[in-house]
């Protein structure tokens, strides 16, 4: 289904869109960079509205958030489109190319969120949310409208304008950040993309919601020990409780580094936990994921593979006192 796009400029017979950092100026009949914005009889509209490629419930440990309702089921639910060109893109069937699609409309999706057992609330993941803005906007803000104790989550690529970020921020709970690199050189040559937006929304994120930031490190492109620590001092200069998830990377799509070596992502943590206090590995089997009082070591959270117990009732350390940055 079509939507009107919220963000745009008329320039003459062209319309520059406002939603991303691409900021596409398009003429009738083009698509911008996402694959879902485009000129139609002289308006800008998004052809994704409501359509959805992907829905499962999992695990909220599998967005990854790890300091947000751990132990939860969350439902997590996809459209099509991507404002990034990642060459490792784990979702490009859904990302790079329209695929079939079925409507679901917001009310529905409001009455199907409470009938799933132990379920926190709805995730937009799996594409790129911001790319499905139009829906994910409205759908959120009636969400919450209905239940406040319903959360919202978004899994983004971080690659999205401040103004609609702003607008769309009141209604989310918790999102999962890319940091994809901390070069430009890097976003350029693998995402098609600019580094700086992201951390400018990782910063305005951080003042509206739990944010949790992920890094997939490719080998031999963002794996070396410098790189991290770039990218675990800017997270430790926006908040030193953010937890940072270093993802192992495995070939695919268009990369065809080998995969990233074990030694190299425990290197990698060990650098990120000199600035950050929870650090967590991902795509690597046999390591401790699990979360530990920054104070006196206590263990707060235990995680096998997405199997997670829990040993606090509050934010709070229950031997220690210490507060452990975990909502319940
Ligand atoms: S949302 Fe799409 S059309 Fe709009 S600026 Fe970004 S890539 Fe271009």
């Not at 917001?106 to 009938?115: D, G, H, M």
């Not at 794996?223 to 993802?247: C, G, K, T, W």
Request: hydrophobic share 30%.
């Amino acid at each position: 289904m079509e939507s009107k796009v919220l963000y745009y400029d008329k320039q003459g017979e062209s319309i520059r869109c406002r939603v991303c950092p691409h900021n596409c100026l398009l003429d009738e009949g083009k698509f911008g960079v996402c694959g879902v914005r485009t000129v139609k009889n002289g308006e800008l509209v998004a052809i994704n509205y409501g359509e959805f490629t992907s829905a499962a419930v999992d695990p909220i440990e599998k967005k990854p958030l790890y300091h947000y309702k751990p132990s939860k089921s969350i439902l997590s639910f996809g459209s099509f489109g991507c404002n990034m060109t990642c060459s490792f893109c784990q979702n490009y069937e859904i990302s790079q190319s329209r695929p079939a699609t079925q409507y679901m409309s917001i009310e529905k999706l409001i009455n199907i969120i409470p009938t799933i057992e132990n379920n926190v609330g709805i995730a937009f993941t799996y594409n790129e949310p911001m790319m499905w803005y139009e829906y994910i906007y409205e759908a959120s803000k009636k969400i919450k409208e209905n239940s406040n104790d319903t959360s919202v989550v978004v899994v983004t690529n971080g690659y999205i304008n401040k103004e609609p970020l702003l607008k769309l921020l009141p209604y989310v709970d918790a999102m999962n950040i890319d940091l994809k690199g901390y070069t430009n050189k890097y976003y350029n040559k693998v995402c098609g993309a600019r580094l700086e937006p992201v951390l400018e929304t990782i910063k305005t994120a951080n003042e509206h919601c739990h944010v949790e930031i992920t890094t997939l490190l490719v080998s031999d492109e963002n794996d070396s020990v410098e790189e991290v620590r770039e990218i675990a001092q800017f997270v430790a200069s926006v908040n030193e409780n953010m937890p940072l998830h270093l993802s192992r990377y495995f070939p695919r799509y268009k990369m065809e580094n080998e995969e990233t070596k074990i030694e190299k992502i425990i290197r990698a943590r060990y650098e990120a936990t000199k600035y950050l206090k929870y650090v967590y590995v991902g795509n690597v089997g046999g390591v401790d994921n699990n979360t530990y009082c920054p104070k006196c070591n206590a263990l707060l959270v235990r995680r096998e593979g997405y199997s997670t117990e829990v040993y606090i009732k509050e934010d709070k350390c229950s031997l220690c006192g210490e507060k452990v940055h975990i909502i319940i």
